[in-house]
């Protein structure tokens, strides 16, 4: 084989125009997420980019958006219990789902009615 692919470098999701501050609110005050720069050549078109451990999330702007319902990232998280409280504390509702019984995962909504999945494998 002449190549291979090594990782995920970083998923994006779409939101609408005027935005940005909602995703940072949301990705790295709720999250965590670290706010990443983007480069000189991209900060026009709008948006925000986030670190996530060795991956990134890209927050682009989208004229005509339409939230992403199946198609999501999922992140592994550690102490998903501690995660929902954090959610609930917040007021952000969230979805347990037990159809893999290796993992522990909810689903939740960004700002923008994209579905973000969050895990964490059962030892």
């Given at each position: 084989?002449?190549?291979?692919?090594?990782?995920?470098?970083?998923?994006?999701?779409?939101?609408?125009?005027?935005?940005?501050?909602?995703?940072?609110?949301?990705?790295?005050?709720?999250?965590?997420?670290?706010?990443?720069?983007?480069?000189?050549?991209?900060?026009?078109r709008?948006?925000?980019?986030?670190?996530?451990?060795?991956?990134?999330?890209?927050?682009?702007?989208?004229?005509?958006?339409?939230?992403?319902?199946?198609?999501?990232?999922?992140?592994?998280?550690?102490?998903?219990?501690?995660?929902?409280?954090?959610l609930?504390?917040?007021?952000?509702?969230?979805?347990?789902?037990?159809?893999?019984?290796?993992?522990?995962?909810?689903?939740?909504?960004?700002?923008?009615?994209?579905?973000?999945?969050?895990?964490?494998?059962?030892?």
């Amino acid at each position: 084989m002449l190549f291979s692919v090594k990782t995920i470098d970083h998923v994006q999701l779409a939101a609408p125009k005027a935005s940005e501050d909602r995703a940072r609110a949301f990705f790295s005050g709720i999250l965590g997420f670290e706010e990443i720069e983007k480069p000189e050549a991209l900060k026009q078109r709008g948006g925000v980019w986030f670190a996530c451990g060795s991956s990134q999330l890209h927050i682009g702007i989208e004229d005509s958006f339409s939230p992403a319902r199946k198609a999501h990232p999922a992140f592994e998280v550690e102490n998903l219990e501690g995660l929902k409280q954090h959610l609930t504390k917040h007021e952000i509702s969230y979805t347990i789902d037990q159809n893999i019984p290796e993992v522990n995962r909810v689903y939740v909504d960004d700002p923008f009615g994209n579905r973000i999945e969050l895990l964490e494998p059962v030892t």
